[in-house]
């Protein structure tokens, strides 16, 4: 069974740079296309990004394009969300998600995706 785990939020200023990790155990990553949701209080979860595990294609919510870049290393079953040029709005608990598809065809859904890991906080803040 695969468990996801996410790490590396934190609280910081605006502009400021993070990087989260995903982990996985219990499978590998091949054929998953992983994807980043993120929810904020009072919020819907929303998509933020993906990355296939076909050819290694991105996508990513208008909010966050040209900030935010997705990675994976399959050697470290590792998934990444670098993250730049935060703003307050970014604030939100990030989540990693796993569908069991190499591609991110309609990415948005969070019902497409059946694994995620538990979350990690992000707090941008002066």
């Known amino acids: 069974q695969l468990t996801l785990v996410e790490s590396g939020g934190g609280l910081v200023q605006p502009g400021s740079s993070l990087r989260l990790s995903c982990v996985a155990s219990g499978d590998t990553l091949d054929s998953y296309a992983i994807g980043w949701f993120r929810q904020a209080p009072g919020k819907e979860r929303e998509a933020v990004s993906c990355?296939?595990?076909?050819?290694?294609?991105?996508y990513y919510a208008d909010s966050v394009k040209g900030r935010f870049t997705t990675s994976r290393d399959n050697r470290k079953n590792t998934v990444y969300l670098q993250m730049s040029s935060l703003k307050p709005e970014d604030t939100a608990v990030y989540y990693c998600?796993?569908?069991?598809?190499?591609?991110?065809?309609?990415?948005?859904?969070?019902?497409?995706?059946?694994?995620w890991g538990q979350g990690t906080q992000v707090t941008v803040s002066s």
């Open positions: 990355v296939s595990s076909s050819d290694g294609s991105t």
């Open positions: 998600a796993a569908r069991p598809r190499p591609d991110c065809g309609s990415w948005t859904y969070v019902l497409f995706f059946g694994s």
